[in-house]
């Protein structure tokens, strides 16, 4: 009668809250998969901008370390992408040093290296 009808209704219910219980679960991973993939990715992209500017930092370091050995250094400076005309580096133990944003200062190549040291610890 009507009390078999309403527990076959309500086993259907039951089974159909389940149904979207795993549903809802299976989704959650999904997207749980997706935002763990894309940070992975995200931060894969960051490691490898830092490893690149490390590099950077220690070829400039070595390339400033050798300024201060001589007085004078004959150079070719680069007037644009294409052109460029020779010159001399005179002063070869001081140089502009970028901290950051708009700020500039002018250092000894010493200082420079320490500056660049802290740049590569952080």
């Known amino acids: 009668g009507i009390n078999a009808e309403y527990g076959v209704i309500i086993n259907l219910r039951k ?14 991973k999904y997207s749980l998969k997706e935002f763990f993939y894309e940070e992975f990715k995200t931060k894969k992209k960051r490691l490898i901008e830092l490893q690149k500017k490390k590099i950077e930092l220690n070829s400039l370091s070595q390339a400033i370390s050798k300024l201060p050995l001589k007085t004078k250094h004959s150079i070719m400076v680069p007037f644009s992408k294409v052109a460029f005309f020779p010159g001399k580096i005179i002063h070869s133990n ?3 040093v970028h901290l950051g944003q708009d700020y500039y200062v002018e250092r000894s190549v010493t200082q420079a290296l320490q500056i660049l040291s802290r740049s590569q610890q952080s």
């Open 94 to 96: 001081e140089v502009i």
């Open 15 to 28: 089974k159909q809250k389940t149904k979207n219980k795993k549903k809802m679960a299976n989704e959650h």
